[in-house]
């Protein structure tokens, strides 16, 4: 899947800031992403575990889900399901630009290298992003609305191959770098169509050529038309960028 994470990609050496989030647009960013982090405040994660717990143990979520026929039918699911920074915890704000509508899609060509191309089949695409104060943390969660199953399943499939194929990437016309890319599946969350998809990997130059040292993770799951994901990345370390992008993928589901 090759999933460019949350935009902020650090500008600067690992001691410095992170920079505000690159503009990998629609980011179905491979669904399209790949984003940043400091671990969130302790108090924060433990509002975000609660909400994940009473998920998976209350709601599988998006059992009944009616189709979507039009796009503005689309574009309102999209708003309703995409998450909002109280969502993610207590002390994230949004980040700046905060949402993306644009209906493209990065994939990776023979090279791996990423590469923008125009949506197919897609009535709706939405991404927020938000991030927590220093900017240590970014969070991504995207909704992307097919005409058809089918089509929601190719893009899934091809997202995936991605990873599997790529474990170092660029991007197109950006002097970022990602390395050590793996895909993982993940059986342990329940209620998609098919096995929830994990893209997690290593930023190690930002889109200024400037070293970086951020980890991101995303997954993927998808519900009928709907492709659902949502991207953690954190500064020097993974942290728990697996178990708070589940969570939050778990949240979206339950509003489809």
């Not at 994230?92 to 990776?108: C, G, N, T």
């Amino acid at each position: 899947m090759s999933i460019p994470p949350p935009p902020g990609q650090p500008s600067g050496p690992p001691s410095g800031p992170l920079g505000p989030p690159t503009v990998v647009s629609p980011s179905p960013r491979r669904p399209w992403w790949r984003r940043p982090g400091v671990l969130i405040g302790a108090a924060a994660a433990a509002v975000v575990a609660a909400v994940v717990v009473a998920l998976v143990l209350t709601r599988r979520g998006g059992e009944s889900t009616p189709a979507v026929d039009t796009a503005s039918q689309a574009r309102e699911v999209a708003k309703r399901v995409a998450l909002t920074p109280p969502d993610w915890g207590t002390d994230y704000v949004r980040s700046s630009p905060y949402e993306d509508d644009d209906k493209s899609v990065l994939f990776a060509d023979a090279d791996c290298q990423l590469v923008r191309q125009p949506g197919v089949n897609m009535l709706a695409y939405l991404d927020r992003t938000v991030h927590t104060p220093e900017k240590s943390v970014y969070a991504t969660s995207t909704v992307i609305v097919y005409r058809n199953d089918g089509s929601a399943q190719a893009d899934a499939a091809r997202f995936q191959s991605d990873a599997q194929r790529c474990e170092k990437e660029t991007k197109a016309n950006s002097k970022v770098q990602w390395e050590d890319i793996r895909q993982t599946d993940i059986t342990s969350v329940k209620g998609f169509d098919d096995t929830v998809s994990a893209e997690e990997g290593h930023t190690v130059t930002s889109t200024t050529g400037q070293k970086a040292d951020s980890y991101y993770t995303t997954v993927m799951g998808r519900k009928g038309q709907f492709v659902l994901l949502a991207s953690v990345q954190r500064k020097s370390s993974a942290g728990q960028n697996r178990e708070d992008a589940l969570n939050a993928l778990s949240l979206m589901l339950s509003r489809l």
